[in-house]
């Protein structure tokens, strides 16, 4: 026989979090999601019997004053056996955005309060059921705008990035172990210490480490798609070609130079493939304040882009070439285009543009932007890989792992010079930060921000 429920009063307000942790829609199904010391109580009272773990339960949910809300199925989980690790409800409503605000709104009176945004995914990493690159996988998992995106955020939560992050930082500490050994026997000649030993074990992990950047670099495009800036002079049609490319019109376009003063993002997908397209204002010499700041915006967009889609006017193409090949010098690729070809009397696009042949296009008449997207495909995959073994990442992480790898060269460095004190805080750096990948080495402040932006429920 089932327990008597506990009435509401003797339900304590503990560290109990409620929320609805999927979208409602009429007529499909809501989860009310629970967790926390409390978690088991709250339930009990709210569907009047006792739930038996890892069990389906058919039960009605009642307010306060016995009245159903909804009847159901609810489910419990026991600590530490819990995507949180603590003691976790489960209740399964119609997904009538009415019904599973009452009933949020009801477990809240029995003791629980409103989950902030990811703080299910915040207690299983802080309870050791996730690291903290699979709790970020979470988020990228339910964000996954396709097949090969999902599948790679699933790599990451199955826990394939953590343990190649873990396995080069365990072979990291063993080196530090030796190299302040080393430190602490200061009167012994360092190569009795296993300085050559020392030397090639940091050189495997550099290359360990520098595959694995890369790895996580094509993650991270995978993820975020193919971030792509499009430059060129005033008036080569740059808004023109963002509005054909994005399908509507999101940019103004005008006979004026410089109509364009700050930077447009649309982000566009084309047969699977991803691509965050950045409209910028024209570079050239001179403008009022407002362009030159729009300018030095455009500039530092393609500080940090993945392709550089430079648009030039196909009546005066050298001019225009001339004035933009300083500009995008650095960026990994450079896609060159000769737009109003139809102005210039030639209708025929030719070339893929990547090299010095130009592809010729009119944003206007759509001629040659069959091409433009087959390129930007080929673009996108070259830099994504085909997807198959690539795990997700984020700009943090890769960010993170190239910190590593530059700490790790100045430590290989130093022990070549002999300076085993910068040796070592060297790998300690290049350790630390390799933890915070996978949330060893985190503070608070970044786990508050990055928890922040998944969605209530998870």
Avoid at 66 to 90: K, N
Avoid at 326 to 332: N, S, W
């Amino acid at each position: 026989m089932a327990s008597r429920p506990p009435s509401p009063d003797a339900i304590a307000a503990g560290d109990t979090i409620a929320a609805i942790a999927t979208p409602a829609g009429h007529g499909g199904v809501g989860i009310v999601r629970l967790s926390g010391p409390r978690s088991h109580d709250v339930a009990h009272a709210l569907c009047a019997t006792g739930l038996r773990a890892r069990h389906a339960h058919h039960v009605r949910f009642r307010d306060a004053s016995g009245q159903t809300i909804d009847d159901g199925i609810a489910l419990r989980f026991d600590a530490p056996r819990s995507y949180t690790g603590e003691d976790v409800v489960e209740l399964q409503a119609h997904g009538s955005p009415v019904v599973l605000r009452e009933l949020l709104a009801r477990c809240c009176e029995l003791g629980a309060r409103l989950a902030r945004p990811g703080e299910f995914s915040e207690r299983a990493f802080r309870n050791g059921r996730l690291d903290l690159a699979q709790a970020e996988a979470v988020a990228d998992l339910i964000a996954a705008g396709d097949e090969r995106a999902a599948r790679a955020a699933r790599r990451s939560l199955d826990g394939e990035f953590s343990r190649r992050v873990d396995t080069l930082a365990d072979a990291l500490l063993r080196v530090r172990v030796q190299v302040e050994a080393a430190i602490d026997f200061a009167d012994e000649p360092l190569d009795t210490l296993g300085a050559e030993a020392v030397a090639a074990a940091l050189a495997g992990i550099g290359g360990s480490l520098d595959a694995l950047v890369a790895d996580a670099e094509r993650g991270r495009k995978l993820r975020d798609g193919l971030h792509a800036v499009i430059v060129g002079p005033p008036n080569a049609g740059k808004s023109s070609l963002l509005n054909a490319l994005a399908g509507s019109d999101r940019a103004i376009v005008t006979d004026v130079a410089g109509t364009t003063r700050d930077l447009l993002t649309e982000t566009i997908r084309s047969d699977g493939v991803e691509l965050v397209l950045v409209d910028t204002a024209g570079l050239r010499e001179g403008g009022d304040a407002i362009e030159r700041e729009g300018m030095r915006r455009a500039r530092a967009e393609l500080a940090r882009a993945d392709l550089a889609i430079v648009v030039l006017d196909a009546r005066e193409p050298a001019a225009g070439r001339a004035g933009q090949a300083d500009a995008v010098a650095a960026v990994p690729r450079i896609l060159w285009l000769h737009n109003k070809i139809d102005l210039a009397g030639d209708g025929q696009g030719a070339g893929i543009g990547t090299g010095a042949d130009p592809l010729r296009v009119s944003a206007l008449t759509g001629a040659g932007l069959d091409r433009l997207h087959a390129a930007l495909r080929d673009l996108a995959g070259a830099d994504a890989g085909s997807g198959e073994g690539t795990f997700s990442a984020r700009a943090r992480q890769v960010e993170a792992l190239g910190r590593a790898a530059g700490h790790l060269a100045e430590a290989r460095q130093a022990l070549a010079g002999g300076t085993l004190d910068l040796a070592a805080e060297g790998l300690r750096c290049a350790h630390d930060a390799l933890g915070e990948v996978t949330g060893r080495v985190v503070p608070d402040a970044l786990l508050g921000h990055i928890f922040s932006t998944f969605c209530i429920g998870k």
